[in-house]
């Protein structure tokens, strides 16, 4: 089966930088998609960035020239860097992916547990 699991949220000061990974476990064969999303108390979650086979790339709008997401298909884990952080990106971060699980086009597609980052103003 596989699996996403998120990891390296945690408190970070105003200003601040964190990098956040996402782990794909089990048959893998390539991360075809990936998506980071967010979810603030009371809100919806939202888009953060996303990735595509080839490479392109979307950000919301809070978040450009901040946020950048990345894939390392060698590893099989996906990244979501942050600097500048600012008290608004505080949230539960979830990843989700579309992964390959075989050599005929089989695809499965879930979610992570999520990670928690905190900024502190």
């Known amino acids: 089966q596989a699996q996403l699991a998120e990891s390296g949220g945690g408190l970070v000061q105003a200003g601040g930088s964190l990098r956040l990974s996402c782990a794909a476990s089990?048959?893998?064969?390539?991360?075809?998609?990936m998506g980071w999303y967010r979810q603030r108390p009371g809100t919806e979650r939202e888009l953060v960035a996303s990735?595509?086979?080839?490479?392109?790339?979307e950000y919301g709008d809070s978040v450009k020239g901040r946020f950048t997401i990345s894939v390392d298909n060698a590893e099989k884990t996906g990244y979501l860097q942050m600097i500048n952080l600012k008290p608004e990106d505080t949230a539960v971060y979830y990843c989700s992916a579309e992964v390959g699980i075989d050599l005929i086009g089989s695809t499965w597609y879930g979610w992570g547990q999520g990670t928690q980052v905190t900024v502190s103003s």
């Open positions: 089990g048959v893998i064969f390539s991360i075809n998609d």
């Open positions: 990735i595509n086979r080839g490479g392109d790339t």
